[in-house]
């Protein structure tokens, strides 16, 4: 479908509130404090922001458990804290896209309470098992560890937490439930937000009777379950079939078929999704045990989803995220070649088909943390990890030294780090203490140091987000070039006219690598009418056939 959408045009900023900024002192990000930086956003260009939850929350996952889906949490401010931040973005024409996080609810929710207690009408809101108190209804997992059930004194039964048990799954089979989703969904779009971005909604479907999942820990059984088409097919029909509503499902495990059904013309009609694969083809039997990630594979994954969904549905593009360890830690170069392997980074999420996100404080390269003790952990996956890895008896480390590289390289708590407005205390973040440690780099890696460096990567991305006003890197067909390069990632974009020819060429070139290398186009790209329309170092303002590219060197080239 080549209808035009201002989802499709725009550059979207992911805000993790908790960790953007602290304007009382407390040690925790607030909206004040977010409303504070939204000229900092305005001059980055951004079309729309998507903001983490900020709902009240006990925070045993960060917010994604929350107690009450209408009421923003103490430790973030209040409802006209949120009010103004909406008017202050939509003042500046920016969009605001709200966390829908209904695969499950926090314990503490009312709806919880009740169905514990069997209450009327919610005894089904949970997905509840009769059994021994010793023996879980099936062998399924959680995301985070361990079984993927607690047995509840109260009930006397089994609930089910895909996640943490602080955040049991609610039961999308009783019809009250998707009632309850959609109504709550209604009323935040009658406050004025531009859409949603849906915590692990190919996740809400279970399969009758929970069967036994053997080793893949039951995903066959939850992934793209049963009814889940019916189900958000009927979320967006109940709630969303307003075009200009942005809906984008975060959707781990699916493949580009499985994509289509939820973003494809004859699909549920989700906008775009977060597809998983090019940000898990490292890892080995699970996270904490990942390779360096190999550029073929990368390559091959980016172009399938490039290929896969260019006739029909529509790609987000990151890199990273609040889930995802700091990218130029884990596809660049976060020692000598920082900034230059930043902004190749961002030269790529910026010239791919497909809707570019950018995380707070990838605009500035911020990089992995260190993580000396596990006591500086924050993150309830990783503690877990950790727990597991080094105190249970079958536990494969004798100490937190022996697992703290893993951590280090690929711990969410990377994402979480205070954003680095200066050299100050805590990087100017908050004046009191942070509830994470600052990135030990922030003297150096910090917005106020970027702003005053032309060359840094901050206004780089300012360059690539204005870049993005093009049709031609929006909407322009993909073609990769030199597969099977180790090192070099090319591509060529194309925009036909009316006689299917191309009026409009681009050339992207990405070194990715500390060391040069010679690409010679290929023969049937031509190179005649490109110019350079942006690059991370000197470089010719016209492409030859061969091209000398330094390390981590990025260029665009394109029809003007
Ligand atoms: O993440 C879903 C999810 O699958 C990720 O947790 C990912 O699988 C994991 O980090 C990889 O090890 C969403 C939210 O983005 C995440 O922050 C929440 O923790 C999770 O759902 C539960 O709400």
Excluded: C
């Excluded at 930086?37 to 983490?52: S, T």
């Excluded at 500390?514 to 023969?523: G, L, Q, R, S, Y």
């Amino acid at each position: 479908d080549d209808e035009r959408a201002w989802w499709k045009e725009a550059v979207v900023y992911q805000v993790y509130p908790k960790s953007f900024d602290d304007s009382d002192g407390d040690g925790v990000g607030d909206l004040s404090g977010l409303v504070g930086r939204v000229d900092y956003l305005d001059e980055l260009g951004v079309d729309a922001v998507w903001l983490n939850p900020v709902y009240e929350s006990p925070q045993a996952d960060n917010g994604y458990d929350i107690a009450d889906y209408r009421a923003i949490d103490d430790a973030y401010g209040d409802m006209s804290d949120w009010e103004r931040l909406r008017d202050e973005l939509h003042e500046r024409g920016i969009r605001l896209i709200m966390d829908l996080v209904v695969n499950h609810t926090s314990d503490e929710h009312e709806w919880f309470r009740r169905s514990r207690r069997e209450e009327g009408g919610y005894a089904d809101y949970y997905h509840w098992v009769e059994g021994e108190p010793d023996e879980p209804p099936n062998d399924w997992e959680s995301v985070f560890g361990g079984p993927a059930w607690t047995y509840d004194d109260e009930r006397e039964a089994w609930y089910l937490h895909l996640f943490d048990e602080k955040q049991p799954d609610l039961n999308w089979a009783d019809p009250d439930v998707r009632e309850a989703v959609y109504d709550m969904m209604e009323w935040w779009l009658g406050k004025g937000i531009d859409g949603f971005r849906m915590d692990v909604i190919n996740l809400v479907s279970k399969a009758e009777g929970y069967p036994d999942g053997g080793d893949s820990g039951g995903a066959e059984h939850f992934m793209n379950g049963p009814r889940v088409h019916e189900y958000v097919g009927e979320m967006v029909e109940e709630v969303l079939d307003d075009e200009e509503v942005l809906a984008v499902g975060e959707t781990p495990g699916v493949s580009v078929d499985d994509a289509r059904e939820y973003v494809g013309e004859d699909g549920d009609g989700l906008s775009m999704l977060f597809q998983f694969e090019h940000v898990t083809f490292d890892h080995g039997e699970h996270k904490f045990d990942a390779d360096e990630p190999d550029l073929v594979e990368f390559k091959e994954i980016l172009a399938k989803w490039q290929e896969g969904l260019a006739d029909d549905g529509w790609n987000s593009l990151y890199l990273n995220n609040h889930d995802q360890p700091r990218m130029v830690s884990r596809f660049g170069d976060d020692d000598e070649y920082r900034r230059k392997s930043a902004k190749l980074l961002g030269t790529l999420t910026h010239t791919l088909g497909g809707t570019p996100f950018v995380y707070q404080g990838e605009e500035i390269g911020m990089t992995n943390s260190e993580f000396g003790s596990r006591e500086a952990l924050r993150d309830v996956e990783v503690r877990n990890y950790v727990e597991s890895a080094v105190d249970d008896e079958d536990g494969h480390a004798d100490s937190y030294e022996d697992v703290r590289e893993a951590v280090e390289a690929m711990s969410r708590d990377n994402a979480r780090t205070p954003m680095q407005w200066d050299d100050g205390e805590a990087a100017g973040f908050t004046d009191g203490d942070p509830w994470i440690d600052a990135n030990p780099n922030y003297a150096e890696v910090n917005v106020s140091r970027a702003r005053a460096d032309p060359d840094s990567v901050f206004h780089y991305y300012r360059d690539l987000v204005a870049l993005r006003e093009r049709d031609l890197l929006v909407y322009g067909d993909f073609e990769l070039l030199a597969p099977d390069h180790p090192s070099l990632f090319a591509y060529t974009r194309s925009l036909a006219g009316a006689d299917d020819e191309p009026t409009e060429r681009a050339l992207v070139v990405l070194n990715v690598d500390d060391e040069p290398t010679t690409f010679e186009v290929p023969a049937d790209v031509t190179v005649d009418g490109l110019e350079l329309a942006l690059a991370n170092d000197d470089a010719p303002a016209v492409p030859g056939r061969t091209l000398d590219l330094g390390p981590w060197e990025a260029r665009v080239y394109l029809t003007p």
